[in-house]
């Protein structure tokens, strides 16, 4: 699967990171590490609400940015038990391919 394997490759990039560096600025961009893969987060259980045909809901961000792999693995999750036509899919797994490169 395409979404399943794109978040794996991220978190294999991002799993070992400690504080310092997820605050750190994402290369070409004027946001930390961890905004953008909130943001990442946050659009997949966006994704996720609307293919359940739910509210979308504002996910946590946690004071703790070594939490955001974890999840990313839940929404990404989500998304894929909520069934979506495979463009959703597709439409996650780039997002999540355009923030990996952007870190």
């Known amino acids: ?3 399943g394997r794109a978040v ?15 605050a ?4 070409g961009g004027n946001a930390a590490r961890g905004d953008l893969v909130h943001r990442l987060v ?3 259980a966006n994704l996720a609400a609307d293919a359940e045909g ?15 792999p974890d999840q990313l693995r839940v929404v990404a999750a ?8 495979p463009e959703v899919l597709a439409r996650a ?3 999540v391919t355009a ?5």
């Open 1 to 3: 699967m395409e979404l």
């Open 8 to 22: 794996e490759l991220l978190v294999r990039q991002v799993g070992h990171w400690e504080q310092p560096r997820w």
């Open 24 to 27: 750190a600025q994402a290369a």
């Open 42 to 44: 946050q659009e997949v």
């Open 54 to 68: 739910q509210p979308r809901r504002t996910v946590p961000r946690l004071d703790n940015d070594l939490a955001l």
């Open 78 to 85: 989500d998304l894929v038990a909520a069934g979506p036509p």
């Open 93 to 95: 797994a780039a997002e």
């Open 99 to 103: 923030t990996r490169s952007a870190l």
